[in-house]
């Protein structure tokens, strides 16, 4: 009969880098969504009223947050 050995338990303090290394990645990953955000804000402002219409929207319409999120991941 085989016997297994337990595997190792993290190194110490292996919890608090890991904690850490991914709140710096979600603080990354929602600054590069706000840009995208900011982008896309920015391109529709500069587009005449005749091209907003143009796409279905009017002057000062919020994106609906569904297709907002679409559009930053497109950009």
């Known amino acids: ?14 919890h608090v880098i890991y904690r850490l290394v991914r709140a710096v990645e979600d603080l990354t990953g929602a600054y590069h969504r706000w840009t995208r955000r900011q982008r896309t804000a920015e391109m529709l ?3 005449s009223d005749h091209e907003l219409d143009d796409v279905g929207m009017i002057r000062g319409e919020r994106m609906a947050p569904r297709y907002s999120m679409l559009a930053a991941r497109k950009l």
């Open 1 to 14: 009969m085989a016997t297994s050995t337990p595997p190792h338990p993290a190194p110490f303090g292996a």
């Open 45 to 47: 402002a500069a587009l």
